[in-house]
């Protein structure tokens, strides 16, 4: 069984994705420790405590915060690199048995199903995340239902996790 999409891209649909990826991958944990340091930071400040001790915390938030955008500006930055050297702003996907291959004007790749890891399902875009934090962004209005099914069936199939 073989379904064959051709996807059209824009910016939107780019930038949704790497908001999207960025978020998801924060964990609650993160959130916590940058929670709290930010609580820590604020006390030490109100008591008036060592100008070094409040420096350190300062300096922990601040690269925490710029980690979150570099990790968002990373992964859009990449994108949007491979859509404006893009002639025509579509990719050609082939979703098979074996696995998936994505044919772009820039390019060929073929892939087996073990190497998606997650698929992440939004409102807008499906996030299929590989190896490493790449990912492939599918505009959700642009695949049918038996794609949709098929892609769910064979990344459960090989070991992903759907949410």
């Known amino acids: 069984m073989e379904f064959r999409i051709r996807l059209t891209y824009d910016r939107d649909t780019l930038t949704y994705a790497a908001l999207q ?3 998801r991958s924060v964990s609650p944990i993160n959130i916590g420790v940058y ?4 609580v820590v930071l604020v006390y030490l400040v109100i008591r008036g405590d060592l100008p070094n ?3 350190s915390v300062f300096t922990s938030v601040v690269f925490l915060t710029a980690s979150g955008i570099s990790f968002f500006v990373g992964r859009y930055r990449s994108a949007v690199r491979a ?3 893009s002639p025509d702003k579509t990719s050609e996907f082939v979703f098979s048995e074996n696995g998936l291959s994505q044919r772009t004007a820039l390019g060929y790749h073929e892939y087996p199903w073990n190497v998606i890891r997650t698929v ?3 409102r807008r875009a499906w996030l299929l995340v590989g190896p490493g934090g790449g990912y492939w962004a599918l505009p959700i209005a642009q695949l049918d239902e038996g794609t949709r099914n098929f892609i769910l069936e064979q990344v459960s199939k090989h070991g992903g996790r759907v949410t």
Request: glycine share 0%; no cysteine; proline share 0%.
């Open 21 to 23: 990826m960025a978020r």
């Open 53 to 55: 001790v409040v420096a």
């Open 83 to 85: 859509f404006s050297r």
């Open 120 to 122: 992440w399902r939004t």
């Open 35 to 38: 929670v709290l340091f930010v």
